[in-house]
Structure formats: structure tokens, C-alpha cells
């Protein structure tokens, strides 16, 4: 990541010696349109409770998403390194479509993670991770909250800010500055 400053993770955990990690395989879905330093946030947190860390892009045409699946992949995979150099785990990018579960399965994950900002996240995922249960007990869903820094940053608001001319530079990494203002001013242009 360009600007290491602006994602705070916690220093790289340490299992317990002679012990793996709790779950081999976790899961990091979402939409990341755009990828936010919040996002960044929760994906080095969560790389250091598993073994190895599956960022899921999912499709998720029905939010008519500023990007393209495959724009939203090359800048979330644009930030991996970095998390990986942070972290010191395995953290790999794949896309999807269709039902998480399903796509948990696939992976071989045995844990979902889901970042939390605020009380009005919860409603909608602990529904969410109930019918992920219901669908497959063997896979849990942990949720991480957003560290203070980022409870705020949400993907809508840095569209709607960048719309309206606001600085979103310290809400996104420098290359997702770059592509939405671009992707803005285009739009407008059309």
C-alpha cells in the first residue's frame, strides 16, 4: 500500500507455539466498491487470526456498482501486498458471484469475517449470519469492528463525497483516489 499510514493494523499475531490458528481458512467477502482503508482495516486484522485469507470481490450487480467487478479486483489486489508484507500471512484475491455460503464452501473456508461500523451494521449482519448458519453450521461468522479510525468510512459516502468535490484522500488508498475521481469526471462527461 502506498500510504502505509493510513490503515492502522494491529501488529502480526503469533499462534500459540506447536498450535495452528483456530481456523485454517477465513473469508473476507464484499463488494469493495470502492475498497476504503476501512476495508484495509478489517483484512490485516483478520489475516492474523487465520492461517489464510480469502478476499472475496462479489459481483453484487444489484448495487449498480461505480466499478466493474474486474476494476474493483485489480485495486483491492493492488493492496494485497502490502497486507501481506504486514501481516506476513497468505492473503489471496477471488471473485464471485452468487451465494456466500456457497462460496465459503468453495474456498474452504470455516470462518466468514464481517467488519462492523455501527449499531445499524449489526441488524442487517446478524441476520445475514444467521442464514449463513441455518445454511451451514460449520462455518462461523466473526465480526470485527472497525477500529476507531474507520467506523466511519463506508464505500457509499466516499462516492457521494468525491461526487461533490470533497477530499477523500484519507478515507481510500492513493491508486482508489485516483480511479474514482477519474471514474467521477467521466461520468459527469457522459
Known amino acids: 500500500m502506498s500510504d502505509a499510514d493510513a490503515v492502522e493494523a494491529r501488529p502480526p499475531g503469533q499462534a500459540l507455539p506447536g498450535r495452528p490458528p483456530p481456523f485454517g481458512v477465513g473469508l473476507y467477502p464484499g463488494t469493495f466498491d470502492p475498497i ?53 500471512k497468505p492473503v ?6 452468487g451465494l456466500l455460503i456457497a462460496f465459503a464452501r468453495n474456498v474452504g473456508a470455516g470462518v466468514i469475517f464481517r467488519g462492523l461500523r455501527a449499531v445499524s451494521d449489526f441488524d442487517y449482519e446478524f441476520q445475514m449470519a444467521g442464514m449463513n448458519y441455518r445454511m451451514d453450521p460449520g462455518i462461523e461468522t466473526v465480526f470485527l469492528m472497525a ?27 492513493k491508486l482508489t483516489c485516483e480511479r474514482t475521481l477519474a471514474r467521477l469526471r467521466k461520468s459527469r462527461s457522459e
Open 147 to 173: 477500529s476507531e479510525r474507520h467506523q466511519f468510512i463506508s464505500s457509499r459516502f466516499v462516492k457521494e463525497i468525491a461526487a461533490l468535490g470533497g477530499d477523500i484522500t484519507s478515507f481510500v488508498p
Open 36 to 88: 476504503t482503508n476501512g476495508h484495509l482495516d478489517v483484512i490485516c486484522r483478520a489475516a492474523v487470526i487465520v492461517g489464510r485469507l480469502v478476499v472475496g470481490v462479489a459481483a453484487n450487480v444489484g448495487k449498480h456498482p461505480l466499478f466493474a467487478l474486474e476494476e474493483r479486483c485489480e485495486l483491492v489486489a493492488a493492496e494485497l501486498e502490502w497486507v501481506r508484507a504486514r501481516t506476513g
Open 92 to 97: 489471496e484475491l477471488r471473485a464471485f458471484d
